[in-house]
Antibody
């Protein structure tokens, strides 16, 4: 059974850097084809794809945010970390991580973490 | 980026109704499309992948079709548990993109 869970701060100040950790079980991020991606959703709005990291450490970012995003993995800890710099109130959203094979469908999602950006 | 446009944005329906949601891509994505269901305060749930393949455990009243730029999600007989928001997502190219969502509400 695949499970994922996001953790991190729920409140950050403008200009700060957000670090969100996705801790997962039930799969290995060393296995060929496996990836973990990040999606966010502002309150009442649609889903937005942010980034993805593959089993081989290949990374993909949404170009609209790529200058602010970094995704890394720690295979031994079964964790993926998303960092987003220079946070703004417009970045207030629920941040989800998800399991994917070959970066296609997200077949399993974390519960999400609501991050509020406010002074 | 490939733009995904869903219609309608909101759909009012009754239990037992046949519901059809459309998703259009701004360029061809072959069959690389997924559909998700999301309920308030919950993570999205995968329903359909590769445009027409039913995810394991998803009721057979859900079906998907289409290829290229036009896709549909059909709920053959709407059930009380199906009132939710539905999103399409393309995975033909980066960045992956989602539609704006279709809310299925009680008529």
């Amino acid at each position: 059974q695949i499970t994922l869970k996001e953790s991190g701060p729920t409140l950050v100040k403008p200009t700060q850097t957000l670090t969100v950790t996705c801790t997962f079980s039930g799969f290995s991020l060393s296995a060929s084809g496996v990836g973990v991606g990040w999606v966010r959703q502002p309150p009442g709005k649609a889903l937005e794809w942010l980034a993805l990291i593959y089993w081989n450490d290949d990374k993909r970012y949404n170009p609209s945010l790529s200058s602010r995003l970094t995704v890394t993995k720690d295979t031994s800890k079964n964790q993926v970390v998303l960092t987003m710099t220079n946070m703004d109130p417009m970045d207030t959203a629920t941040y989800y991580c998800g399991h994917t094979i070959l970066a296609r469908k997200f077949d399993n999602w974390g519960q999400g973490i609501l991050v509020t950006v406010s002074p | 980026d490939i733009q995904m446009t869903q219609s309608p944005s909101t759909l009012s329906a009754s239990v037992g109704d046949r519901v059809i949601i459309t998703c259009r891509a701004s360029q061809s994505i072959s069959g690389w499309l997924a559909w998700y269901q999301q309920k308030p305060g919950k993570a999205p749930k995968l329903l359909i992948y590769d445009a027409s393949s039913l995810e394991s455990g998803v009721p057979s009243r859900f079906s998907g079709s289409g290829s290229g730029t036009e896709f549909t999600l059909t709920i053959s007989s709407l059930q009380p548990d199906d009132f939710a928001t539905y999103y399409c997502q393309q995975y033909n190219s980066y960045p992956r993109t989602f539609g704006q969502g279709t809310k299925v509400e009680v008529k």
